[in-house]
């Protein structure tokens, strides 16, 4: 069994978070600059299996495609072209920015630490995967 990838894509970073090989739990991988999001994939996965990849859908509150979906949309485009055996998922990705933010400020770290957009963008993408696993249950 292979290893659930999601992705909080975002124009200057994105936030990875991975399961492990059972896929039962979601961690945080990493968060990467954008541009350098398919050679680390590529070695990532030189590394390790990986049997899908999931992937946040910008929505506004009425269900319709967000300004970043466009990016998003080529994001998922650079992912099918690089690695065509691995299949997409789309998940609605409203208010895991909110949610990863009051996740971390209870987390009891530190301000300068609390405010990282890194640490936003990783754990946003492990509520994405969490919420795609108890989708999957």
């Known amino acids: 069994m292979g290893r659930?990838?999601?992705f909080d894509y975002g124009t200057k970073r994105i936030g990875i978070a991975v399961t492990d090989s059972l896929q039962i739990i979601a961690t945080g991988l990493c968060t990467i600059a954008t541009p350098q999001a398919i050679p680390f994939l590529k070695n990532y996965i030189a590394q390790e299996t990986v049997e899908q990849f999931v992937v946040g859908e910008p929505k506004q509150l009425d269900n319709s495609p967000s300004q970043s979906a466009t990016y998003v949309a080529q994001f998922k485009a650079l992912l099918s072209k690089h690695f065509p055996h691995i299949p997409i998922v789309n998940i609605d990705e409203r208010f895991t920015s909110k949610i990863a933010s009051a996740a971390i400020a209870q987390s009891g770290?530190?301000?300068?630490?609390?405010?990282?957009?890194?640490?936003?963008?990783?754990t946003s993408a492990v509520i994405l995967l969490q919420d795609y696993m108890a989708m999957l249950k």
């Open 109 to 122: 770290m530190g301000k300068i630490k609390r405010q990282s957009k890194a640490l936003i963008d990783q």
């Open 4 to 6: 659930i990838m999601a």
